[in-house]
């Protein structure tokens, strides 16, 4: 038996549990819960219990039993129907109180907290996110732009302005806060703050299409000085490795194989720390080689990648897609789908309808949209220059 | 109407007028598939709707197997994307449209009018419509699984603007969301007909003595559920008309882009789709308020207060939809009332649930299988109803909406409500229907391995939904803490489906081999338990009396002086001539195919078509009109022992 309602209690628990939550309005929310289920336990354990003893006690036990003159044919007792009115209302005032509180609580970032929070606008794309930093302008280029991974500072609140271009989208990373849609056409917003510095798993709770299952995003909460040192890396245009920049010893080339439709993008030497993996991407990779990341600039331009994606400071002019200035600082790729290795990335560049069926990039880039007959594709050799480049990209 | 006008003293109209064209000549066959086509006897209609509703019952839960099998394993590739999100949309619209409301349709056809001593309902031929009309949507709904565009995607709540041309027609000629538009209208048609017939009849057509707070529970759940159908639909054909613009003629109600607003589609959805619910289950709760008196052999505990909260569920559920909604950002005011709206209505809720173990109390329980489904609905229920208590807390749902805890929900609700509620109801009335009465052993044990699966299918959603899992999601990643439940899941699935298998089976069994049952084998309390198996055509051979509110029980209990008062009776309905019966017709059934050719060519935007088939339509009602009520008279005397009543 322990390990049986052990087995459940392990079934609360992983990325994306409402328990294991690190920032107050998840917490608000999780205490709600709790109100809910002691309530409603209570009332179940007394219901089902008079339940079972009226099943039990008044069950006929034979034929005889079932023939016998029929009981008394009583009406009801008003007065039990009434206090059992009476009772049910007084328990759902004990659900009621905490409710409305924390529905104020959650809808907006507390005014002694108003002056410091940070504000991010996250807009939801099928089948992605991008975030962009109203406060950190940069000269010449606007808004500071991500995709996919929101970085925010732990210990300070972070209002998001949601949005939508396309369909509706919503917003949830389950350990921070609950969830509020990205709708069309409407301004709406949540707050959420983590606590201390982590990495945490959010996915698109709406259904927006073909591939809502694969619309994930991560967020991750650094310590103030971190994140101010994160903020000037960002707002750095993109990293130039001239071609003929001196090579250390280049790194093995990697295998690929595509491992086929929907294979797993994730691995546990990863999920072990993630954040310490985040910090390690933060810097250039050991082994470059500049020849092959020229290349892998030249084909971005061929491939005519810059018609929807940015790397600021170098071409691309595209705001479809996820700016990419620093892609190869980001943990995940293909909207938080992959790990952002260099065979996930080998295998999103040359198949990315095996990784995400109908993504725009494949539907509108690769085909062409009206006819769905192919425009290019990438072959391995291409895909492991245009690696090279993505992955300078710090 | 058309009984009680045609059965005026003097009417000398029948089938066989000589004199009339072709046109006008009504069907008499009483066998064969003529007579299925053209009938208006609202107990083959109900069988018909029972027919229906149950094959669907089978493709939806197929639907759901192949979900199941798709999210067994984390990564899986058993099917596509898009075929997984053709899955879950044609899944729900299949089993709420297709399944349980005409599995709902099947018993206020059958039962109620035996229930409040009608001979039929008010509007027959509109009946058989109703029905016509609910196949033709049913078709609609369901021809994308055969043609190229593909089955609809959208959702069965087809949030704008996902279900906008731009999105749906990616790459041309995908009209699978055009055919769910044109299938929701045409099934809305058909639920607001027959809702305002189920309306007439239990207004008109009870029988002498028949006061409303005499009906029995079902009957006043048919009633009201009748009412929400006819007020709630409205709200949905609003919707889907403005989509139908949006999508055929370039009008921007929820073309975002345009300056549309999606936001408009989620209200006007959910005033429809919350109510939808209590339609699903309200006809489940007063199936249960039959069945527990007559198992119990002692009246409802609080019949009042069960018939108010009924209605007052169904008030109430006009004032929640937007719980549906907590997480699109109404203001902190709007998402208080409606948190509290929602608590609210679990008053009335729980009050049937304490009414119901009331009932128990002191009884002497017959745990047959109708019984056991009974009771099996109050556990499921009960656990349904308090996972709807923590959605109505804001804050809590904002972590559990669209997760797979509200998956796991509805499914308490649904099936552990609806589905038991209504496969209970099949037992029960089986004998009534069919004269046979199902094994207790082989009832039983697909209760239990249906009850059994269900639970091991759904109780696990309710962790993978506060561990974070979304719904409507084909795929998910192995690392994320959810394999083991997934997979629990999908065995469940698949004891349930052996559960529905056996249920399937026994009944099929049954209905050739079951062992016969004669009138009234449990010991009922109503009207309808009075009739002979299979009722005949005309049910009542002598309008009963009615003298209190189990009118069936008292009159077992009475017998001298209902047998004196029955002979009265039956001597004045002799001299109006006998029984007065309506003709049928086959103007419904015409009427609603043309609804179904001008739809299907609606869809394909080749509008000539489309007039053509609203012509034909139009014509099926016009000759409808022209043709006239009908009617012929039975005699009771030379169809049946007379003895109604006795026992």
């Known amino acids: 038996m322990p390990l049986f309602f052990g087995g459940w209690l392990n079934w609360l628990s992983g990325p994306q549990s409402t328990f294991e939550v690190a920032g107050p309005v998840a917490k608000a929310q999780l205490n709600v819960f709790y109100v809910t289920l002691w309530v409603t336990g209570i009332i179940f354990v007394l219901v089902a219990g008079v339940l079972t003893y009226a099943t039990l006690k008044y069950k006929a036990r034979n034929t005889a039993d079932e023939h016998a003159a029929p009981p008394p044919q009583g009406h009801g007792n008003p007065l039990i129907e009434l206090g059992l009115i009476a009772v049910s209302v007084l328990a759902l005032v004990f659900i009621a109180v905490p409710t409305l509180k924390a529905i104020w609580y959650d809808y907006e970032v507390p005014a002694a907290e108003k002056e410091t929070a940070l504000e991010v606008n996250a807009i939801g794309y099928q089948w992605w996110f991008k975030f962009e930093y109203p406060a950190e302008q940069i000269a010449g280029a606007g808004t500071l732009v991500t995709g996919n991974e929101l970085v925010i500072p732990a210990g300070r609140a972070v209002r998001l302005n949601l949005r939508s271009v396309d369909v509706i989208h919503s917003f949830w990373v389950p350990k921070l806060a609950g969830k509020v849609d990205m709708i069309p056409n409407r301004g709406n917003h949540m707050w959420l703050k983590a606590d201390e510095p982590g990495y945490f798993w959010g996915q698109c709770a709406e259904y927006c299409g073909e591939d809502h299952a694969v619309m994930r995003f991560r967020v991750i909460a650094l310590s103030e000085p971190d994140y101010a040192a994160w903020l000037v890396h960002q707002k750095a245009p993109g990293r130039v490795v001239p071609a003929d920049a001196p090579s250390s010893a280049p790194a093995a080339a990697y295998d690929y194989k595509n491992p086929g439709r929907n294979a797993p993008g994730y691995s546990s030497a990863f999920d072990a720390d993630p954040l310490g993996a985040w910090v390690k991407l933060q810097s250039p990779e050991a082994g470059e080689v500049p020849a092959s990341i020229a290349h892998g600039r030249q084909l971005f331009q061929q491939k005519n990648c810059i018609g929807c994606h940015t790397v600021r400071g170098q071409e691309g002019v595209g705001v479809s897609g996820p700016d990419l200035t620093h892609i190869g600082s980001r943990t995940t790729i293909a909207g938080g789908v992959l790990e952002n290795s260099k065979e996930n990335l080998h295998r999103w560049l040359t198949d990315p309808n095996g990784v995400k069926p109908g993504n725009k990039m494949w539907t509108t880039g690769y085909n062409d949209s009206a006819s769905g007959k192919e425009i290019f594709r990438i072959n391995d050799d291409e895909a492991r220059a245009l690696v090279a480049y993505l992955h300078s990209l710090k | ?647």
């Open chain 2, 1 to 647: 109407m058309e009984a009680l006008v045609q059965a005026a003293p003097g009417s000398h109209e029948t089938h066989a007028a000589p004199k009339r064209s072709w046109l006008f000549t009504r069907p008499t066959a009483k066998t064969g598939i003529v007579s299925w086509l053209t009938t208006v006897d609202h107990k083959r209609i109900g069988l018909l709707y029972a027919i229906s509703a149950l094959f669907f019952f089978l493709v939806g839960g197929f639907e759901a197997l192949l979900i199941r099998v798709q999210l067994a394993v984390p990564n899986n590739t058993f099917i596509t994307h898009q075929t997984y999100n053709e899955m879950f949309t044609m899944h729900a619209t299949t089993m709420i449209f297709l399944a349980v409301m005409p599995l709902s349709a099947a018993f206020f056809n059958y039962i109620m009018p035996l229930q409040i001593g009608a001979r039929d309902v008010a509007f027959p031929r509109l009946n058989g419509f109703a029905f016509w009309v609910f196949i033709a949507g049913a078709i609609i709904l369901n021809i994308g699984w055969f043609v190229k565009s593909g089955a609809p995607d959208a959702g069965w709540f087809g949030y704008a603007p996902l279900t906008s041309k731009a999105y749906s027609n990616q790459f041309g000629g995908d009209m699978s969301t055009d055919l769910w538009v044109m299938g929701l209208q045409i099934l809305g048609v058909s639920s607001v007909v027959g809702s305002l017939n189920f309306i007439v009849t239990i207004i008109n057509l009870r029988a002498p003595g028949m006061t409303m707070m005499r009906l029995p529970v079902f009957t006043w759940m048919t009633l009201v559920t009748a009412f929400l159908i006819i007020l709630s639909f409205p709200a949905i054909t609003i919707a889907l008309v403005e989509l139908m613009m949006d999508r055929s003629f370039d009008s921007n109600f929820f073309e975002a882009a345009n300056g549309g607003l999606p936001i408009l589609w989620q209200h006007l959805f959910w005033i429809f789709g919350h109510p939808e619910v209590y339609i699903l289950i309200l006809p489940a709760m007063g199936i249960i308020s039959e069945i527990f008196p007559t198992f119990s052999r002692k009246p409802l505990f609080g019949y009042p207060i069960i018939v108010f909260s009924g209605a007052c569920i169904g008030f109430l559920g006009f004032g929640v939809w937007s719980h549906h909604m907590f997480t699109t950002g109404m203001g902190s005011v709007a998402t208080a009332a409606f948190s509290l709206m929602t608590m609210a209505i679990a008053v009335p809720t729980g009050v049937k649930i304490f009414n119901w173990i009331g009932t128990l109390w002191g009884g002497h329980l017959k745990m047959r299988t109708p019984m056991m489904f009974a009771l099996g609905f109050i556990w499921m229920f009960m656990f349904g109803g308090f996972s709807g208590i923590m959605h109505s807390a804001a804050p809590a749902d904002a972590q559990q909406q669209d997760s797979y805890f509200v998956v796991a929900h509805f499914h308490y609700v649904l099936i552990g409500g609806s589905v038991f509620a209504l496969l209970a109801g099949i037992h029960y009335w089986f004998p009534l229907v069919f004269g046979r009465k199902v094994s207790e052993f082989w009832g039983k044990l697909s209760f239990w391995i249906i009850f059994v699966g269900f639970n091991v299918t759904f109780f696990p959603m309710h962790f993978l939904g506060l561990n974070g899992m979304p719904r409507r999601t084909a795929v998910y990643d192995g690392n994320m803490g959810w394999n083991d439940a997934n997979l629990v899941s999908t065995i469940g699935a698949f004891i349930l489906a052996i559960g529905v298998g056996v249920y399937f089976f026994v009944m099929i069994y049954t209905y050739f081999k079951g062992e016969k049952s004669g009138r009234d084998p449990w010991d009922g309390r109503t009207l309808e338990w009075a009739l002979p198996t299979p009722p005949p055509e005309h049910n009542f051979d002598v309008i009963p009396t009615i003298h209190a509110r189990d009118a069936f029980w008292y009159e077992k209990h009475h017998q001298r002086e209902i047998s004196r008062e029955q002979a009265v009776h039956a001597k004045e309905e002799e001299s109006h001539g006998g029984i007065h019966m309506p003709s049928q017709s086959w103007f419904p059934i015409v009427a609603a195919s043309g609804l179904l050719i001008g739809s299907i060519f609606f869809v394909n935007h080749i509008y000539a078509g489309a007039i053509a088939g609203g012509a034909l339509m139009v014509l099926g009602i016009y000759f409808w009109a022209a043709e006239g009520p009908g009617g012929y008279h039975v005699d009771p005397a030379g169809h049946d022992d007379g003895s109604h009543g006795k026992h």
